[in-house]
């Protein structure tokens, strides 16, 4: 069973930074790829941010590149989003999830999910 747990969420204010981190496994980590989505009330979850099997390659959605970081600490198994510049927009549920389809931006192909964390931009 993979387990996939979330933190660093809160409140910011427009302009501010918020990182969240994503634990898994040593396997999960190394062998799969961990992407970040985001949704809001009435809205599909939305793709974020992937950071593809360990490392190899990471992607991004034209909304959040150039503001958002995405990255890994092999030693500790865990995915960061380092999110900068943060707009109201941003506003969102987070959740890290893992899947091992090539077919990244799509959340019904991600078998594992975290339990969300809650990002506020608000001033």
């Known amino acids: 069973q993979v387990q996939l747990v979330e933190s660093g969420g809160g409140l910011v204010q427009p302009g501010g930074s918020l990182r969240l981190s994503c634990a898994a496994s040593e396997r999960t980590f190394s062998s799969q790829t961990i992407s970040w989505f985001r949704q809001t009330p009435g809205k599909e979850r939305e793709f974020a941010a992937a950071f593809i099997r360990g490392g190899k390659m990471t992607l991004y959605a034209d909304s959040v590149k150039d503001r958002f970081t995405i990255s890994g600490d092999n030693a500790k198994s865990t995915v960061y989003l380092q999110m900068n510049n943060l707009k109201p927009e941003d506003t969102a549920v987070y959740y890290c999830?893992?899947?091992?389809?090539?077919?990244?931006?799509?959340?019904?192909?991600?078998?594992?999910w975290g339990q969300g964390t809650q990002v506020t931009v608000s001033s």
């Open positions: 999830a893992a899947t091992d389809s090539r077919n990244y931006y799509y959340s019904t192909y991600y078998n594992y």
